[in-house]
């Protein structure tokens, strides 16, 4: 039997009027063999009965996970039943644009590279734009991984995106532990980061997703602890791998942080009424 080569895995929770587009945008994509896997975290909306309408398509596989442990248990429920070489998440309110999958996997096979990220536009409630490809700032050419997780530290802020812009090799972020939920506001980025220790990133410079800004979001529900968050991310990252960072990086990384997290609590003011 041939393994799909790609496995997008989507962690759905009270996700009923965006789920179809979600995975609409996944099913459309053409060039690639892929499977998709959805486990159902307990919601109460209604979106399991909204995803049960592809169960008969052979490439979909719909899981239910018990209700408890946040986000993470989701995230790595659904992850361990993937079976392709390379593996995406897709949050269950995010979008796909079309190409993304052939040409990220075509990016990591022919470059070698363990992880590639491109970028992606924020959109509101209604799916109106808010930023136009937003991301990979300082990293707009292939390196070694251990540099780009380095200027993401410096950054204070997750260049690479969220899961919905990143392709990884599924063997390799099994390697590194999975879905990493030391630090749960940044559990994306602390995982690319042990992903990007055992390999080279290779950027996709075009807009490949889009990511849907929500009241309901897991960052969100995060936000007071934003910052404290970060800091204690880019100090593990130090002491983890201080050959990669250095403290110079994490006081940088940790100023920026702060500065952002003010930045994006005033955003979420501004922008409440169409998050909703």
Known sequence: MTLPRVSVV????????????????????????LELIVADHSSTDGTMAVLEQYRDDPRVTL?????GGGAPRNWNRVTAEATGEYIKLVCGDDVLRPGVLSRQA??????????????????????????RGWGLRGLGKRMPGSQAAKRVVRAGSNQFGEPASVMMRTAVLRDA??????????IDQASYSRVLMKGDFVPDLE??????????????????????????????????????????DVLSGNLRASLMSRARRLSY????RRMR
Not at 15 to 30: C, F, M, R, W, Y
Not at 63 to 67: A, D, F, I, K, V
Not at 177 to 186: A, I, K, S, V
């Open 177 to 186: 532990g999975d879905w990493y939920d030391r630090f749960p506001y940044l």
């Open 106 to 131: 075509g990016l990591l096979s022919q470059s070698g590279a363990v992880f590639t990220a491109c970028r992606r536009d924020i959109v509101d409630a209604d799916s109106k734009v808010l930023f």
């Open 10 to 33: 989507i962690p759905a929770y009270n996700n009923a009027k965006v789920i179809g587009e979600t995975v609409d945008s996944v099913l459309a994509q053409t060039g690639v063999d």
């Open 207 to 248: 807009v490949g997703a889009t990511f849907r800004m929500s009241t309901t979001q897991w960052s969100v529900a995060l936000v007071k602890d934003q910052a404290s968050q970060a800091h204690a991310y880019h100090r593990w990252m130090h002491d983890a791998y201080p050959d990669a960072v250095s403290r110079a």
């Open 63 to 67: 899981l239910e996970t018990p209700s």
């Open 269 to 272: 003011k501004v922008l409440e």
